[in-house]
T-cell receptor
Framework: SQQGEEDPQALSIQEGENATMNCSYK?????LQWYRQNSGRGLVHLIL?????REKHSGRLRVTLDTSKKSSSLLITASRAADTASYFC????????????FGDGTTLTVKP | GAGVSQTPSNKVTEKGKYVELRCDPI?????LYWYRQSLGQGPEFLIY????????DSGLPNDRFFAVRPEGSVSTLKIQRTERGDSAVYLC????????????FGPGTRLTVL
């Protein structure tokens, strides 16, 4: 079973709106990553945030990390139809382990 | 440069058969991961290699599953006596090292056990 939880499970918005997805976890981590997946195949890495960082930006993406609440959020601004995909957070099980846990993802639909 | 590649892209087999799934990681990446993903769920960790050795195989569901990486590059995931419940997309990923590095994923192999 997965140790992370993402919410919402599904999100439907209009093009141009912002989309926010949240991830909660239960263990101590040294980094957390967000991935995107189209059509149930390979995942694409979006952004990595380390435990000593609170916020990170990449283009239209903004990721926050609150280690006190064991939660992270991914914000996509000015969404486009091409952003339609599933988004997953992932983090190492132990602080120095290669083993990562993925949440069950948020399915985002952006309507043109 | 080339990304992570996986072959075959699709594999249909009958219950009880043996299958091998191959992963070619990005050149120079020492860490390699196998995941399994069922419909509507996130990837589930199976095994992680650092170089030639399996650093963590705690995700392998049972002894029918085995993976090797004999030369520290290409890896093969082997499933014996396949069962219908093994049907899933098997994803491989590689990274520069095992920690604090982004993982680069292959397109996956969709395994269907009839």
């Amino acid at each position: 079973s997965q140790q992370g939880e993402e919410d919402p499970q599904a999100l439907s918005i209009q093009e141009g709106e912002n989309a926010t997805m949240n991830c909660s976890y239960k263990t101590s981590i040294n980094n957390l990553q967000w991935y995107r997946q189209n059509s149930g195949r390979g995942l694409v890495h979006l952004i990595l945030i380390r435990s000593n960082e609170r916020e990170k930006h990449s283009g239209r993406l903004r990721v926050t990390l609150d280690t006190s609440k064991k939660s992270s959020s991914l914000l996509i601004t000015a969404s486009r139809a091409a952003d339609t995909a599933s988004y997953f957070c992932a983090y190492p099980i132990n602080t120095n382990a290669g083993k990562s846990t993925f949440g069950d993802g948020t399915t985002l639909t952006v309507k043109p | 440069g080339a990304g992570v590649s996986q072959t075959p892209s699709n594999k249909v087999t009958e219950k009880g058969k043996y299958v091998e799934l191959r992963c070619d990681p990005i050149s120079g990446h020492t860490a390699l991961y196998w995941y399994r993903q069922s419909l509507g769920q996130g990837p589930e960790f199976l095994i992680y290699f650092q170089g030639t050795g399996a650093a963590d195989d705690s995700g392998l569901p049972n002894d029918r599953f085995f993976a090797v990486r004999p030369e520290g590059s290409v890896s093969t995931l082997k499933i014996q006596r396949t069962e219908r419940g093994d049907s899933a997309v098997y994803l491989c990923a590689s990274s520069l090292s095992g920690t604090n590095n982004e993982q680069f994923f292959g397109p996956g192999t969709r395994l269907t056990v009839l």
